[in-house]
């Protein structure tokens, strides 16, 4: 979206709120309420290194208390021949995307919420069931949800799951980055089964210097961009890959926060009361103003 | 000597050949709502990871909101510009609104995962969040819109208050609370009413705002930052049809003259309304370049098209001649052409625009939602129908009263 369209909009909230003045547009950054922690952890994903064993899907089940299954079960591939996404059965799959040059391998890509800096989930719930730890995990919180799926719709990446066969307590299901093994100094299971390290887990800050790093030594191995640098404003998880990345399917999505736009117009409408209160104020003038004409009228 | 007219209970008889007709549709829609407690939201609906939100949340809450929008645009124009000779649509239309949000609210809760949850919002806040304002908004006016109702309350029951066997002795105190709670309402109405127009532009707007944050996912031709405004001047602008719609529907089924001289008059205000709307509609659409999605026939641009040009630019080319304005017929049809307008718009908005980046499926409501849909809007226009008989709600030809306007506000300052 253009940068003018949200500054000409903000000028029309502005006579959404009948003319008052006061209203500054503000610059669109997402209000960040939750700690970004400086030492927040991330995990690079090295597409060129994942050969598709799908262990972390096991892994993963199996850390999440789901039905896992025996891991030989996994080696197989046909389920490749369809495109996968994480349910509320498996928080996280890979996917495999042939390469058009047939003498390369394919690529694997394993894909799983990609705990934003600035989760629009976290921006949108209606009762604030969702948090950005300090570990950088995006964590939702079954006390609070209320199942009305906004956070669905918010996702830029298509991530959070809904239990639909559930009549009673359904969750919204999503990778929670392994927050109960990090909190006690393990690993993420994903992470910790991965038999090629595809997956390293470390501080974000530093995985970027890594990844910088890996471009630049091999330049014929990865194309110079890192998945979830920058983002919808920066993710815990990113990508590296040897293919563009709509290719592999990624969304192809901005470097502004997904909240951003929503948020400033919510805070232009609301901007301490102001507006509401003025309208109140202009509506009950009008209403007082045509009172009087009326006895006028009488008299 | 002409006859007054005066809201009053209607006296005729309530079932009616077309009365079963929603009689049944709302049992039907009952039976689907029983099925999804049972089963989960998915025994019933076609909705699934890629679409979160289906027809009961584009049509039953979006649509709803809107199309009770008559409430507040009459409360706006009879109590705040304070036009007496509308006061003969202000009850009906209050009536309609309260019966629609209250539906948007049931809807609502049918479609949460946790309805037994749905209290949370009001402690557990999220000021980011579009979805909690509204909510919180709506919960508000609901109650607002129920505290306008009760004068007609009062009305119907002071005097007259007749409670069965033992409790018959407590009808003098019922009565005289009654009176109090009359008088105190009386006084501090205005409040109340000026909330109502507030409220109803802060969640009619912010409606629109709920699809901004899905960005990308949202096609270009109705993702706009101007959402919000759109939503708000369409919301106005489908307040008077409805109000015209409703009358003319139910002065057919109860056998009254159509009040035809007041809905031509609300049909002036319509154009300029919808021409305003039509100008933002084409002016965003041009400032952010969109009309190249419509050079190819997809169904985002062929649902476009009939948004505006069928539910927007011919009824308000029909609001602008005289004719049509004057003629019951020709008000019906303009009336019902803005309406589908707007179920157009709200559809698109929330069903037909979204499209997530990882679509295997397309979603198509199922036989069960759209049951659910009807058997609710069946049981609105059952319970319409018994509360006019019950409350001096529609205005017709009294004989021997004087002129009345107690419900009109007094009392400001
Ligand atoms: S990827 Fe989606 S679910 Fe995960 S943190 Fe970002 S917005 Fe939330
Ligand atoms: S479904 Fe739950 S977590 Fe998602 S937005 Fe609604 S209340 Fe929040």
């Known amino acids: 979206m253009l940068k003018q369209d949200r500054r000409s909009f903000l000028k029309t909230s502005a006579l959404i709120g009948a003319g008052i003045t006061g209203l500054k547009s503000k610059d669109t950054k997402a ?9 927040r952890m991330g995990v690079l994903v090295d597409t060129t290194v994942c050969i598709g064993c799908r262990k972390c899907e096991w892994a993963c089940k199996t850390a999440h208390d789901l039905p896992a299954g025996d891991i030989e079960s996994y080696e197989d591939r046909s389920v490749y021949e369809k495109m996968r996404r994480p349910d509320d059965k498996a928080l996280t799959v890979v996917n495999e995307y042939s390469n058009p040059d047939p003498t390369k391998l394919p690529t694997n890509v394993k894909v799983q919420c990609m705990h934003c800096d600035e989760p629009a989930c976290l921006s949108a719930c209606i009762v604030g069931a969702f948090s950005k730890d300090e570990s950088g995990s995006v964590v939702w919180d079954t006390e609070k949800c209320i199942g009305c799926r906004y956070c669905m719709i918010a996702c830029p990446f298509q991530i959070p799951a809904f239990e639909y066969d559930k009549a009673l307590q359904p969750d919204i299901k999503k990778c929670d980055f392994c927050i109960e093994r990090t909190t006690q100094g393990q690993l993420p299971a994903c992470v910790e089964i991965c038999p090629v390290e595809a997956l390293t887990y470390g501080r974000r800050k530093d995985l970027i210097e890594v990844a910088r790093k890996k471009i630049k030594n091999y330049p014929d191995r990865y194309i110079d961009s890192i998945l979830g640098d920058t983002e919808v404003g920066g993710t815990s998880w990113m990508y590296l890959s040897g293919r563009d990345f709509q290719e592999l399917d990624f969304p192809k999505l901005g470097e502004d926060p997904a909240p951003g736009v929503s948020e400033s117009i919510q805070h232009g409408i609301f901007a301490y009361f102001v507006p509401p209160i003025s309208l109140y104020a202009l509506l009950g003038g009008v209403m007082w103003l045509n009172k009087k004409k009326e006895k006028s009228k009488e008299e | 000597m002409e006859h007054f007219m005066k809201p009053a209970p209607i006296e005729k008889k309530y079932f009616t050949p077309g009365v079963m007709v929603f009689v049944v549709l709302a049992a039907i829609g009952l039976v689907f709502l029983a099925i999804r407690f049972i089963g989960g939201i998915g025994a019933v609906t076609n909705l699934d990871n890629q679409h979160p939100w289906g027809i009961w949340i584009g049509l039953d809450v979006a649509l709803g909101v809107a199309l009770a929008a008559g409430g507040f645009t009459s409360a706006a124009l009879g109590h705040i510009w304070h036009r007496e000779h509308y006061h003969a649509i202000i009850r009906p239309a209050l009536l309609t609104a309260l019966l629609g949000y209250t539906f948007v609210a049931v809807s609502v809760a049918m479609d949460l995962g946790r309805y037994y949850y749905i209290w949370h919002p009001l402690i557990m806040w999220n000021g980011t969040s579009v979805l ?40 003098k105190t019922v009565d005289s609370l009654l009176r109090a709670l009359d008088r105190g309402l009386d006084k501090t109405m205005f409040v109340f009413i000026i909330a109502g127009v507030v409220l109803s532009c802060l969640h009619q707007s912010s409606l629109g705002s709920l699809m901004i944050i899905a960005g990308p996912k949202m096609h270009p031709l109705w993702q706009t930052p101007i959402l919000p405004l759109l939503f708000l001047l369409s919301a106005i602008g489908v307040g008077f049809p409805m109000v015209i719609f409703e009358s003319l529907i139910s002065s057919r089924s109860f056998g009254l003259k159509p009040e035809t001289p007041i809905l031509t008059n609300l049909g002036n205000i319509i154009g300029p309304i919808l021409g305003i709307y039509l100008a933002f509609k084409i002016g965003d659409m041009v400032i952010r370049q969109t009309f190249v999605y419509l050079t190819t026939i997809t ?23 005289e004719q049509v304005r004057k003629s019951p017929a020709g008000l019906f049809i303009a009336s019902s052409l803005v309406i589908f307008g707007v179920f157009m718009n709200r559809l698109n908005t929330f069903l037909v625009a979204y499209t997530p980046p990882y679509e295997m499926t397309t979603y198509f409501p199922s036989v069960g939602e759209i049951a659910v849909t009807v058997g609710f809007i069946s049981i609105e226009v059952l319970l319409y129908r018994l509360m006019v008989k019950i409350f001096p709600v529609i205005s017709h030809p009294q004989k021997d009263v004087a002129p009345q306007t107690k419900f009109s506000v007094r009392g400001m300052i």
């Not at chain 2, 309350?153 to 009808?171: D, T, Y």
């Not at chain 2, 169904?299 to 001649?321: H, N």
């Open chain 2, 299 to 321: 169904t985002e641009s062929v649902m476009y098209a009939i948004e505006i040009v069928i539910g927007v630019i011919v009824p308000l080319r029909m609001f602008l001649s």
């Open chain 2, 132 to 171: 909690f304002e509204v909510g919180i908004c709506v919960m508000i006016y609901l109650t607002v819109l129920y505290i306008e109702f009760l004068p007609i309350v009062a009305e119907r029951f002071i005097g007259r208050v007749n409670l069965p066997g033992l409790l018959s002795r407590l009808n």
């Open chain 1, 31 to 39: 209000q960040t309420r939750h700690v970004i922690s400086e030492d």
